[in-house]
């Protein structure tokens, strides 16, 4: 009988689809946001060490993708102390006021070999619809997920320094996280 209804209920799960999904913790160990800033002189390299998260997939669909992400403002780094020092003050990511950042996903879609991953992006306490392209793999012992693309530092209030620091920001995002 136990065999039966274990039967029934692969087969009703198979004909349905229905998979279930996959959760991933993120941390900063397996999730790396880094920035790459430019300038007329030259560009500064980035990022941030505490990002926290979580993410839900069913595997083999990456356009089942979920994800949660806050990022620690306060964890920004750079290859210049001094800059990093600037980046947290007022003039850029407020730290003091605005300690989280964060993004949402809201759909992820199939774009050729990729993926489009949309979202509500918040920073500085405004939140924007942004899209980008990705790599995405789910498997049932883990999701990978990487990207690189611009984002424009003025549609979240980030406006010091216009004509000195350019105002598109490149964002590189890796992240692997395993079960």
Same mark, same amino acid.
């Given at each position: ?13 198979a004909l349905t689809g229905t ?33 926290a998260g979580k993410a839900t ?21 750079? @290859? ?7 980046? =947290?003050?007022? +003039?850029?990511?407020?730290? $003091?006021?605005?300690? /989280? &950042? ?34 995405v793999a789910v498997t049932a ?13 003025? @549609? ?7 004509? =000195?620091?350019? +105002?598109?920001?490149?964002? $590189?995002?890796?992240? /692997? &996280?395993?079960?």
């Amino acid at each position: 009988m136990r065999v039966m209804i274990a039967a029934a209920l692969l087969a009703v799960t198979a004909l349905t689809g229905t998979a279930l999904a996959e959760d991933f913790t993120l941390t900063g160990d397996n999730t790396k946001i880094e920035f790459i800033g430019t300038k007329p002189q030259g560009k500064h390299d980035g990022g941030f060490k505490t990002v926290a998260g979580k993410a839900t997939a069913k595997v083999g669909d990456p356009t089942s993708l979920k994800l949660e992400v806050e990022i620690d403002t306060a964890s920004l780094y750079t @290859d210049t102390p001094k800059l990093t020092a600037h980046l =947290k003050s007022s +003039d850029f990511f407020a730290v $003091k006021d605005f300690p /989280k &950042a964060k993004f949402v996903t809201t759909k992820v879609e199939k774009a050729g070999d990729s993926y489009t991953v949309t979202g509500e992006m918040t920073l500085l306490g405004k939140t924007k619809t942004i899209a980008f392209p990705a790599t995405v793999a789910v498997t049932a012992n883990d999701l990978k997920i990487s990207s690189k693309f611009q984002i424009n530092r003025q @549609d979240f209030g980030m406006s010091f320094g216009k004509g =000195k620091v350019d +105002d598109q920001v490149t964002l $590189k995002v890796n992240l /692997k &996280a395993a079960k």
